[in-house]
């Protein structure tokens, strides 16, 4: 019987960073109904992830909380050592992020770098330690927004670490092609709230979900505008 426990396969795995409440959490429900094990992280708040990985596991999902705080890296290889106990990494997502609304006047430095660290460092900081096990044929999925494709003017700091994400992202598309690594992003468009906003997020996540099984050879580099009225826009990898 132990031989036979041990040489079960291990678990197909999908790390969603900042998934204890919010669109981070839908994307866990969303990618757990699809069939995969999901590590649903939080930087702090334990009982949140917790809580959101009952209900997957209640609704006949598979789910665990991990607590790191991506701007920490030895955080970061802790989680991901929890998560190569549990089975093995095959999709990351990369949702966390740091979203203060300051007048650029305000931006200190130190505001700068803690906005950075969150979303665009910690996004690099998982995926350096996930490529071990996404090469080959591995999902990376980057969580865009706005920020990224317009700018805003009341979040200037985020902005600018939301288009080094899509930088990120178009890079580590054409140089993980001939490793069989699909490296995608989903642009949410929201300004809703109540149902509209549930309803809004769960379009998100189906599109994170059919990114979270994409063939490099057909789908890598391209950004997929999700504008939440039922319209959705795939941006070819060219700028």
């Not at 995926?127 to 200037?156: F, K, Q, Y």
Request: charged fraction near 20%.
């Amino acid at each position: 019987m132990a031989d036979d426990i041990q040489n079960q396969p291990l678990a197909d795995v999908a790390l969603v960073t900042g998934a204890g409440s919010g669109l981070g959490a839908v994307i866990a429900e969303r990618l757990a109904r699809e069939g995969l094990t999901v590590a649903v992280n939080t930087r702090a708040h334990t009982e949140e992830a917790d809580a959101v990985a009952a209900a997957i596991r209640a609704g006949g999902g598979s789910a665990f909380a991990v607590t790191a705080n991506v701007t920490d890296p030895s955080a970061v290889r802790r989680m991901f050592e929890t998560i190569a106990d549990r089975g093995t990494l095959r999709v990351l997502v990369n949702n966390a992020s740091y979203r203060p609304r300051q007048r650029i006047q305000t931006i200190t430095e130190d505001d700068w770098h803690q906005v950075r660290s969150v979303t665009l460092d910690g996004a690099f900081r998982c995926i350096r330690c996930a490529m071990p096990t996404l090469i080959p044929g591995g999902r990376i999925v980057n969580i865009l927004g706005r920020n990224a494709l317009a700018g805003d003017p009341e979040r200037v700091h985020l902005s600018a670490a939301k288009h080094g994400l899509l930088g990120l992202t178009l890079a580590l598309a054409a140089a993980l092609r001939e490793d069989g690594v699909a490296v995608n992003g989903v642009s949410p468009g929201v300004d809703t709230e109540g149902p509209e906003l549930d309803r809004c997020r769960a379009e998100i996540a189906s599109q994170v979900a059919r990114l979270a099984f994409a063939d490099a050879a057909e789908l890598t580099g391209t950004v997929v505008c999700v504008d939440c009225d039922g319209s959705v826009v795939t941006t070819p990898t060219a700028w």
